[in-house]
C-alpha cells in the first residue's frame, strides 16, 4: 500500500500553461516532502522539497504548495516549457532516516 | 563520468537464473540504497545500508538480497530470478545532514527483463 498518493497519472499541457500534480499522505510522523523529476532513460533527480512549517516554497517556475491539516501537498509548474516534459514523482520521509517513499509518478506532456 | 554507476545497463535472463546488478558511487556518501521502478507503482525501496555494516529491508525485499563490499559499492543480487521482477531498478546515494537534508543521488538505472 502506498503511503503516498499521487494524481493525476498523466497530464498534457499547452506551452505556456500551468501544469498541477497533487499529492496526499496519511503518516503524520513524514516532514520532509521533495519532488523528483525524471527525464527519459535518466534517474530521477531532487527538482525542489518542503518542510511543514512552510505553506508554499518557489523556486523559479516550480511551487510546491503545503497543507498540513489536510495532509496534501502539490506542485505547480507555471509558464510550463517543452523541457519540462518529465515524469515527476511527490515523495515523503520523517526527519530521523530520510527512506523516502515516492508516489506513482505523474507523466508530464507539454505540447509546443 | 557519472556520480553514481550502475551495471549492467540492460540485461535479459531466464527465469531461475542468479542476476547481480552493481552500483559503485564516488560521491563519497554514507547512504546508499536500491530502488525498483514500475509503471504505475511509483519508486519503491528494496534495500538500504547506512554504513558498510548496516544493511536494512525495505518495503519489497523478498526475492531480493544485497552486500555492501565497500562505502562505494553496493550490490543487488536476484538468486533465482522470476518474471515479475522484470523492472527498472536504482541504486541511489545519501549524505545525511549534507546540503539538502534527504537528497537522492540516483544512478541511470538498470532495466532487467526476466523471460
Known amino acids: 500500500q502506498q503511503q503516498v498518493k499521487q494524481s493525476p497519472q498523466s497530464l498534457i499541457v499547452q506551452k505556456g500553461g500551468i501544469s498541477i500534480i497533487n499529492c496526499a499522505y496519511e503518516n503524520t510522523a513524514f516532514d520532509y516532502f521533495p519532488w523528483y523529476q525524471q527525464f527519459p532513460g535518466k534517474g530521477p533527480a531532487l527538482l525542489i522539497a518542503i518542510r511543514p512549517d512552510v505553506s508554499e516554497k518557489k523556486e523559479g517556475r516550480f511551487t510546491i504548495s503545503f497543507n498540513k491539516s489536510a495532509k496534501q501537498f502539490s506542485l505547480h509548474i507555471m509558464d510550463s516549457q517543452p523541457g519540462d516534459s518529465a515524469t515527476y514523482f511527490c515523495a515523503a520521509s520523517g526527519m530521523d532516516d530520510y527512506k523516502l517513499s515516492f508516489g506513482a509518478g505523474t507523466t508530464v506532456t507539454v505540447r509546443a | 563520468d557519472a556520480d553514481v554507476t550502475q551495471t549492467p545497463r540492460n540485461r535479459i535472463t531466464k527465469t531461475g537464473k542468479r542476476i547481480m546488478l552493481e552500483c559503485s558511487q564516488t560521491k563519497g556518501h554514507d547512504r546508499m540504497y536500491w530502488y525498483r521502478q514500475d509503471p504505475g507503482l511509483g519508486l519503491r525501496l528494496i534495500y538500504y545500508?547506512?554504513?558498510?555494516?548496516?544493511?536494512n529491508k525495505g518495503e519489497i525485499s523478498d526475492g531480493y538480497s544485497v552486500s555492501r563490499q565497500a562505502q562505494a559499492k553496493f550490490s543487488l543480487s536476484l538468486e533465482s530470478a522470476i518474471p515479475n521482477q522484470t523492472a527498472l531498478y536504482f541504486c541511489?546515494?545519501?549524505?545525511f545532514g549534507q546540503g539538502e537534508a534527504g537528497e537522492l543521488f540516483f544512478g541511470e538505472g538498470s532495466r532487467l527483463t526476466v523471460l
Open positions: 541511489a546515494t545519501s549524505d
Open positions: 545500508s547506512f554504513d558498510v555494516k548496516d544493511i
